[in-house]
């Protein structure tokens, strides 16, 4: 996410590191490629140059210019601005606080506000609430039908009428949802050109019937400078309350974030990050800016690691390490922990620094997927006492996980001199294993 | 072709008044200099002809200016144009429905809500109406409902329809379609694929043998890769191209979605960047909207004032 915009400032901030002090010269070169960096990455044209002048504005003052370390002072100018235009702090979807609450998804076509409504649906749901999906899209082949078997994956009940145009189905769905004690509906509207008059009445007759709480802008992240004016006149029409910004999950360095937040005043309030349905994830405009400037982003991570890894097990695992006592099943544990924290590359792109050092280096997500055969072709008696793996048990092994000898042998490799790893850092009474220091644990 | 050069005057009509209209109004009765030249640089930028095509395109510009030959603003103006097109031209091929192989497979790949089954919809009635006979194939099996659409499609526009359950193996599917194809003797199969998006390793992969099981069937060279790119996307389309033309090949890009108010000057980056052409424009809801693309008629659209 914002990968390549982060390369950009890295090269730039790298000269200015070396520069010793600013000159009036190179804060104007590093401008220069800053407001290049930020051209690419598809910022609106006219953002970027009020944004570079107010960067600039800051930069040119006398405290840069005294400072002891200008590529730092710069850096966090750069990010402090990067703030104030993404929007100083998150801010959360409207709460679910009266039956029915209304959430409304507009859009462009093919900006994922269907994918987005059952994320949205999902995650009521695992906060005990009630949702209705709501089919809204009467004009797209099979649209209707694709949001009914997507309710049906997640269990989420879908209301559509036949023959009604949208804002009566709207209508009568808020309806049924104060009868039927639902918690929280999800209007999914056909996607429409802003330019569309007709079809942008329509949401506004939606909008005058159903009185939404939350007026959601759902935008695809790789859209180029378009996206001021689509959301300009999304907005004039509509008075958005939120934007949620969808396809994070590409190379593409999502410039378009700061356009829209720039010319609606919106905050973006959620962000979509994979074809599964879990994942979503509220915006953290100083996260994302953090990770544009490449500073990582770890307090994600740390989050992430909190919510899917058991404590219990992970004190456990440390009494194990300390004994010397580690298995292949705590490894196998370790991993399906990892797993739950989504996918490796979205995990790596978090760490500082990391961005970079990885920049086109494919994670082998498959490479895990075989360790893991591998270790369930294996007995539990095999797991907990791995040296016992003799050659007639490796072959088993190797044709249960439809892998080869070989690969069973490079594991169980890994495995001992991780294992001979662990000892080595209890031998040196390393002041007992602080919790940071198990490789899992992150 | 006049009637279709004024559609797409007309639905181009936004962007000129716009950008392009500006263009015109920008360069009359001036002067070349920097100031000029900054303003043109602007108004490309802001139509997503990225960083890069931009600066070539006012580099060239100003060595014009330089040299003198060209001393009137006005001329700007039809250097800009001529400039613009010939990028777009580079890449141009031969027909697009008279290639000799019979079958001819389309592969539909693309990212995201980009477009790909209404376009296998739109391209099917395209090459029927040109007389070809046509199979189309849903290897969308992700998609919820992906299936029923492209039928429907299917229907409308009364052509074969090859498809399995939701969940399927794509590349099985495509397998049967090209069997299919081969047996029935049709001269078009477009195979519909499921969006993914370009940074995902595993979806790419399943790409590649959804080609591969077709190749088993259909001579590699019978088979063209087209990558639909969404109109308003920026420049993270260059790296869309790059990374499914290393996956899949990339014969050639049909751009959706240029009914709005953006442009497509992605194409333009696009052609700078790479040798791809582009085949199809889609410039409507309507089934007759997909158009063969033509680098002066677009740019005649666009600067038409």
């Known amino acids: 996410m914002f990968g390549e915009l982060v390369d950009k400032f890295d090269d730039i901030f790298r000269t200015l590191r070396g520069a010793g002090k600013l000159s009036e010269k190179n804060i104007k070169d590093s401008l220069r490629e800053v407001r290049r960096a930020l051209l690419e990455a598809d910022v609106n044209y006219k953002v970027v140059k009020e944004f570079v002048k107010s960067v600039e504005q800051s930069a040119v003052g006398e405290k840069v210019l005294k400072s002891i370390e200008p590529g730092q002072q710069i850096v966090k100018i750069v990010h402090d601005e990067l703030i104030k235009v993404l929007g100083e702090k998150a801010v959360p979807l409207a709460p679910m606080d009266k039956a029915p609450t209304v959430y409304m998804l507009c859009g462009l076509q093919g900006s994922g506000k269907t994918t987005l409504s059952g994320k949205l649906a999902l995650s009521a749901k695992r906060k005990n609430k009630k949702p209705l999906l709501v089919a809204a899209d009467i004009y797209r082949p099979a649209a209707v039908k694709q949001l009914k078997v997507l309710g049906d994956s997640i269990g989420v009940e879908v209301f559509s009428l036949e023959g ?43 909008k005058a019937k159903v009185d939404p709480d939350e007026m959601l802008l759902v935008a695809d992240s790789m859209t180029g400078q378009d996206a001021v004016n689509l959301a300009e006149q999304f907005h004039q029409q509509l008075d958005l309350t939120g934007v949620a910004l969808t396809k994070l999950d590409g190379d593409a360095r999502g410039g378009a974030a700061i356009s829209i937040r720039k010319v609606t005043g919106c905050p973006i309030k959620v ?11 509220p915006f953290h405009p100083e996260r994302m800016a953090s990770r544009i400037l490449g500073m990582g982003d770890i307090v994600t991570l740390v989050e992430k690691a909190q919510d899917s890894i058991d404590i219990e097990k992970a004190e456990k695992l440390e009494k194990k390490l300390r004994k010397n006592a580690f298995t292949l099943e705590d490894f196998y544990d370790q991993m399906q922990q990892l797993k739950k924290m989504g996918p490796l590359e979205s995990l790596v792109g978090m760490i500082p620094g990391m961005g ?87 | 072709m006049i009637s279709k050069l004024k559609k797409l005057k007309q639905s181009l009509s936004k962007t000129r008044d716009n950008i392009f209209g500006k263009i015109g109004r920008i360069v009359t009765g001036r002067k070349i200099d920097d100031d000029l030249l900054d303003e043109i640089e602007e108004i490309l930028l802001k139509s997503d002809i990225g960083v890069g095509a931009t600066d070539k395109i006012i580099e060239n510009l100003r060595e014009e200016a330089r040299a003198e030959k060209v001393v009137d603003s006005e001329e ?130 399943e790409l590649k043998k959804i080609r591969r099981v077709t190749e088993k069937v259909i001579p590699s060279e019978h088979i063209f890769s087209k990558l639909i790119i969404d109109g308003t996307t920026g420049q993270n389309a260059v790296s869309q191209v790059k990374v499914f033309a290393s996956a899949v090949g990339c014969d050639g890009l049909i751009v959706t979605k240029l009914d709005g108010t953006a442009k497509g000057g992605i194409m333009v980056a696009i052609a700078e960047e790479l040798s791809v052409p582009v085949d199809f424009i889609g410039i409507g809801e309507s089934i007759e909207d997909l158009q063969p693309f033509d680098a002066d008629e677009y740019v005649e659209a666009l600067f038409e004032s």
């Open chain 1, 164 to 206: 009604k145009k949208p804002p009566e189905i709207c209508l009568e769905a808020k309806k049924y949802a104060e009868q039927n004690f639902i918690d929280l509906v999800i209007l999914d509207t056909a996607g429409r050109l802003h330019i569309d008059e007709e079809l942008m009445e329509e949401l506004d007759q939606i």
């Open chain 1, 271 to 281: 962000v979509s990050i994979g074809e599964k349905l879990s994942d979503l994830e």
């Open chain 1, 356 to 442: 970079k050092a990885l920049k086109g280096v494919q994670i082998d997500e498959s490479g895990m997927r075989r360790v893991e055969a591998m270790i369930q072709s294996m007995t539990p008696y095999e797991r907990r006492n791995p040296g016992m793996i003799d050659g007639s048990r490796k072959s088993r092994i190797a044709a249960g996980s439809g892998s080869s000898v070989q690969n069973v042998n490079l594991l169980l490799k890994q495995f001992f001199a991780m294992q001979k790893m662990i000892k080595n850092v209890n031998k040196f009474k390393i002041k007992g294993l602080p919790k940071g220091a198990n490789p899992f644990q992150m």
């Open chain 2, 76 to 205: 700007v103006f039809s250097l800009l144009k001529k400039e613009m097109a010939e990028i777009l031209e580079k890449n141009k091929k031969k027909s697009l429905i008279e290639n000799g192989f019979k079958p001819a497979v389309w592969l539909i790949t693309g990212v995201n809500g980009t477009g790909k089954t209404t376009t296998v919809g739109k391209l099917a009635r395209y090459f029927k109406a040109n007389g070809k006979s046509v199979m189309i194939a849903a290897c969308d099996t992700f998609r919820a409902a992906a299936v029923e659409q492209l039928g429907i499609w299917a229907d409308r526009s009364g052509v074969d329809f090859i498809k399995a359950h939701t969940g399927a193996d794509p590349a099985a599917v495509a397998f049967d379609a090209a069997t299919a194809a081969k047996t029935r003797g049709v001269d078009f199969l477009i195979i519909d694929t499921a969006g993914r998006l370009h940074t995902k390793a595993n979806l790419m992969e």
